[in-house]
DNA sequence: TGATATCGTCTGTCGAGCAGACGATCGCCG
DNA sequence: CGGCGATCGTCTGCTCGACAGACGATATCA
């Protein structure tokens, strides 16, 4: 869909835990606001949790898709995350230095690396995937335990929904639709 | 709670919509990747939607903040939405220049500046809100629209939640506390 | 009145992201 | 087989935004 390299400018928005202003506007600001809000908090808290992973939640994020995937090549898991090959480079240089990944010659294409979790790194993820998992338990602790659930599935459905959209041929043409038919 | 000065490097990932992978990892990823891909698309979204306001969804939010509350200062626009005050010169400077917001003397304190909308802002702010909404109906496509509903007032009391257990102090302080001591 | 804190502004520095170029390698096609 | 374009990962240089710090103006308190 090409969104093109307009969008920029969203950088997190710092948050030195500064207001307090006691003109809090109350209820209903609209979704954005919702989201917003809750974006800084969570990625606040996600970030304090993936504090000693190298790039914070970035990182983790990658570790995540190397742990739980087949070993990605360094391209295929900067398109995925949406990060550029030049970042995505000294990212996975901090990660190897760590010790929680391996770069390794992809046997059939030896321009490629494979990236490959150690022992090290999987111990790792699973111990900041429950500090993670737990922030955000935390997170939404103002919700009642049944509203959770339910916000959390909502939350999943329309991400895949979005993530399969992503694809304009997508949720059509998996089934088997020749593009643009 | 004063998260210091630590979390950064949150930045907006990007998306150069690179990806279209086949080896989508399929469902449930955990909380972190929903919210993920979900503000990703949100933020490519209304990053298009805002693109003809200065700051793009930045700004959007400041001018909202301006347009719907008594005419704050600079100060605390710049606490509440996390904003450094060095920042929000040059972004309320961009936003005079367009004459969305006038800079007035606060009356009771010269030092500081009340910002007030235009009514070109406050036009200019409701032809955006309308895109946005639009942007954010769409973002939720793939959901029917009673989970649509549903998943909004989850989210808003989420975040309600959270913005009001941001000071400790909050809910009850609110009532009749002197200004930081 | 003087001391101290706050508001908004300006300046300098730092770091991250991105474009572009590069060597190495693949795949294709003649 | 040999060339040709495309892709992978890396490196370099530039640009832009955030933040620290200093400043004048003003408020507040002693």
């Given at each position: 869909m090409s969104m093109s390299t307009r969008a920029s400018t969203v950088r997190k928005p710092t948050a030195p835990a500064a207001a307090h202003e006691?003109?809090?506007?109350?209820?209903?600001?609209?979704l954005s606001w919702s989201l917003v809000a809750l974006l800084r908090e969570w990625s606040t808290r996600v970030e304090a949790a993936t504090?000693?992973?190298?790039?914070g939640m970035r990182g983790y994020q990658v570790l995540r898709v190397v742990v739980h995937?087949?070993?990605?090549t360094q391209a295929s898991l900067a398109a995925r995350l949406g990060i550029d090959r030049t970042v995505m480079t000294y990212l996975i240089d901090r990660y190897v230095e760590c010790g929680f990944v391996e770069r390794r010659q992809d046997p059939a294409d030896r321009r490629a690396r494979r990236i490959v979790a150690t022992a090290r790194g999987r111990t790792k993820l699973a111990e900041v995937d429950v500090r993670v998992a737990d922030a955000e338990e935390d997170l939404l602790s103002g919700l009642p335990p049944e509203d959770r659930v339910r916000f959390r599935d909502l939350l999943e459905r329309a991400a895949s929904s979005i993530t399969e959209d992503?694809?304009?041929?997508?949720v059509v043409a998996r089934a088997a639709t020749p593009p643009a038919g």
């Amino acid at each position: 869909m090409s969104m093109s390299t307009r969008a920029s400018t969203v950088r997190k928005p710092t948050a030195p835990a500064a207001a307090h202003e006691h003109a809090v506007p109350g209820p209903s600001l609209g979704l954005s606001w919702s989201l917003v809000a809750l974006l800084r908090e969570w990625s606040t808290r996600v970030e304090a949790a993936t504090e000693d992973l190298p790039d914070g939640m970035r990182g983790y994020q990658v570790l995540r898709v190397v742990v739980h995937d087949a070993p990605p090549t360094q391209a295929s898991l900067a398109a995925r995350l949406g990060i550029d090959r030049t970042v995505m480079t000294y990212l996975i240089d901090r990660y190897v230095e760590c010790g929680f990944v391996e770069r390794r010659q992809d046997p059939a294409d030896r321009r490629a690396r494979r990236i490959v979790a150690t022992a090290r790194g999987r111990t790792k993820l699973a111990e900041v995937d429950v500090r993670v998992a737990d922030a955000e338990e935390d997170l939404l602790s103002g919700l009642p335990p049944e509203d959770r659930v339910r916000f959390r599935d909502l939350l999943e459905r329309a991400a895949s929904s979005i993530t399969e959209d992503d694809d304009p041929c997508g949720v059509v043409a998996r089934a088997a639709t020749p593009p643009a038919g």
